[in-house]
């Protein structure tokens, strides 16, 4: 069994609120048990600003953030999950880091679709690698805009994930397509999905960080509140089903795997 943590901050529209934000995600990170993951928000060193000049200048954060990220980890035996924008080789990136349990870099994952704010940024773009193995538990990666494109949620079922990991943003999204999102690629993925984004002051946009089984079912959703929420899940477990009516039992993933016919498309 593992312990899974997703965390939700206020999405401040004072001054400094990147600052803000920072300071209490890590106070949540500290709080991470032994032996679990806790999972961070999209631009957690660069939340709650609308400017390109405003994110660029929270850029330095990123590395002194990673640095308690890791420090975290390994005091606590625990993963820990953080995205931040940062520069890095002489590119700015959207970097999601997994820490494992000895506070090492376990994987890095870019960001592969840019929306156009990050476009106009110049944020470089992912290059395709979104699943990593840790300890025996395979991870897929995704961020905010990348929800909205199957090619990649077809790409991680590929690889049977157990996790996916969602740092999130999402501001003006409508909830009930949060919510779809977050279930579908749990269900076409047949793995968790941790999802962590920003509670915002409206009603029908934002917030919903979350924490998703395999078969779609929601199993904890912060929806508007700030704070944390935790789910004890069994990582390895599956959601079966019969193989059409009156089938034998299958995986999910290979229910929906097995029928697939791209070539029936090629050219239309």
Not at 7 to 33: H, R, T, W
Not at 213 to 219: F, K, T, V, Y
């Amino acid at each position: 069994m593992l312990k899974v943590t997703v965390v939700q901050p206020p999405y401040f529209c004072g001054e400094n609120p990147d600052a803000k934000i920072a300071d209490f995600l890590m106070s949540q990170v500290k709080k991470v048990q032994k032996d679990s993951l806790i999972i961070l928000p999209e631009y957690s060193n660069a939340g709650g600003l609308s400017d390109a000049e405003s994110e660029l200048r929270a850029l330095p954060r990123a590395e002194e953030m990673l640095k308690q990220a890791a420090i975290t980890a390994k005091s606590n035996s625990a993963y820990v999950a953080i995205n931040v924008l940062q520069e890095r080789d002489g590119e700015i990136k959207n970097s999601t880091y997994l820490f494992n349990k000895k506070g090492e870099v376990a994987f890095v994952y870019d960001k592969i679709h840019l929306p156009p704010s990050e476009v106009a940024l110049g944020v470089e773009r992912g290059r395709g690698a979104c699943v990593c193995e840790l300890d025996g538990i395979r991870f897929g990666f995704m961020t905010c805009y990348d929800v909205y494109f199957n090619e990649q949620i077809e790409f991680i079922a590929k690889h049977k994930p157990d996790i996916v990991l969602i740092p999130g943003y999402q501001r003006g999204e409508r909830i009930d397509i949060i919510h779809a999102q977050a279930k579908l690629t749990a269900f076409r993925c047949n793995a968790f999905v941790a999802r962590s984004s920003y509670s915002m002051n409206d009603s029908e946009h934002g917030g919903c960080s979350m924490i998703v089984a395999p078969d779609g079912q929601i199993l904890q959703n912060l929806g508007k509140e700030v704070g944390s929420i935790s789910a004890e899940i069994d990582e390895k477990w599956k959601y079966m089903r019969t193989a059409g009516f009156g089938g034998g039992i299958i995986r999910n993933d290979d229910f929906i795997s097995g029928g697939l016919c791209p070539e029936a498309f090629n050219g239309q």
